[in-house]
């Protein structure tokens, strides 16, 4: 091993310990402690064959391509705007996205606040809404609302990038906690199935017990996931969903 490649060594080791403190740099199996301290505990034909110049010039490769990681920005599902994933936390009120794509249907973001996840599910025109879900369904000027964003001048707003088209909950007398699901667009009335979701995720499914839908829509919800087994017919709302499918749903459509 050359005083050159040696000298590059070192420095590399300097430079990771500044860049990374909390990451220890392994070479061959050692840490950077013992990386420092080699002098006095492997002999020289060691320390060349572990430190050649292949080794050094692999960990500054390394360095380089782990070096962008350090400032990388967070990841959209981390951001501060709610928490993306398929699976709602306990008592965090969800936006439910619903889609024509198969594989971003059924998209879910998590808030503080159910006034966060109406602003998501209305693309920021409501920003305003109750603290929490029971207050919002008792309130009729909230209903109103919502309703008026699928109208502008008495035909679709078909400009909006989201309506909120039902608000399930998981006990009678729209109590409990809720899913908000947001569409593109809202529904007609030419009676065909307009949106759908085919599984409830695990923190809803088989515990709807009322539900409140919106944006001209009316919801059909099923016993089994693909809309399989019994289901409630279609209903605009319902303070209580019937002994029969009360804690059944696993599946809804809306049209």
């Not at 050159?4 to 392994?26: G, I, M, N, Q, Y």
């Not at 993306?84 to 973001?109: E, I």
């Not at 964003?149 to 035909?155: F, V």
């Not at 065909?192 to 944006?215: C, Q």
Request: include cysteine; hydrophobic fraction near 35%; charged fraction near 20%.
């Amino acid at each position: 091993m050359t005083d050159e490649d040696e000298k590059a060594f070192d420095e590399f080791v300097a430079a990771r310990s500044t860049a990374l403190p909390h990451t220890a740099v392994l070479v061959c199996g050692a840490s950077q402690h013992d990386a420092a301290n080699r002098s006095s505990e492997v002999d020289r034909p060691m320390r060349s064959l572990a430190l050649s110049t292949a080794v050094v010039s692999t960990m500054v490769a390394l360095s380089v391509a782990l070096a962008p990681a350090a400032g990388a920005a967070p990841s959209p599902s981390a951001s501060p705007a709610g928490r993306t994933g398929q699976t709602p936390p306990a008592g965090k009120p969800c936006v439910t996205h619903l889609t024509t794509d198969p594989s971003t249907n059924g998209r879910v973001s998590c808030y503080d606040t159910f006034t966060e996840a109406i602003a998501d599910a209305t693309g920021g025109r409501i920003t305003d809404a109750p603290r929490d879900g029971a207050s919002a369904v008792a309130d009729p000027a909230f209903g109103r609302r919502i309703n008026a964003l699928a109208q502008a001048n008495g035909r679709p707003a078909a400009q909006a990038s989201e309506f909120v088209i039902g608000i399930e909950y998981v006990h009678a007398n729209y109590d409990g906690g809720y899913l908000i699901f947001a569409a593109g667009a809202p529904c007609d009335d030419d009676n065909e199935v307009e949106w759908r979701l085919p599984y409830l995720d695990s923190g809803f499914n088989d515990k709807i017990s009322s539900f409140e839908s919106y944006s001209d829509c009316e919801a059909n919800h099923y016993e089994h996931f693909e809309y399989g087994g019994s289901s409630t017919g279609w209903r605009g709302h319902t303070s209580y969903i019937g002994s029969a499918m009360n804690d059944q749903t696993s599946s809804i459509e809306w049209r």
